[in-house]
């Protein structure tokens, strides 16, 4: 149905975003980026040659972002994808060791 002056009429559908809370958050991360490793919560940070893993402390957290409360500064790289990728490598790594 033609809408020119963009009215509101009933039967029209519209698309709403509501928000319900900001929080300020000085550093976050993709949420894809937060592993589970040995019972603490870990982001893997880069470093000379690869990744190390980082116990971290996460506040407030979404589908896209999770805020980091410690264990991160601002501007730290990290694996943003395909974390889980990094961490089934540490665990192959430990197993290894386990001989």
């Known amino acids: 149905m033609s809408n020119p002056k963009l009215a509101w009429r009933p039967g029209l559908f519209v698309n709403v ?5 900001e929080v300020d958050a000085p ?4 949420s894809s980026a937060v592993q589970s490793l040995e019972g603490r919560d870990v982001v893997f940070v880069e470093v ?11 506040g ?3 589908a896209q972002r999770t805020e980091i409360t410690s264990g991160l ?5 990290y694996a943003s994808t395909n974390s ?10 430990s197993a290894e060791h386990d001989d």
């Open 60 to 62: 407030h957290a979404d």
């Open 84 to 93: 889980f990728v990094i961490k089934a490598e540490v665990g192959k790594a």
């Open 17 to 21: 975003e509501v928000v319900a809370g």
């Open 48 to 58: 000379p040659g690869g990744f190390q893993a980082k116990t971290v402390k996460i």
């Open 73 to 77: 500064k601002v501007g730290d790289r």
């Open 27 to 30: 550093v976050t991360v993709a």
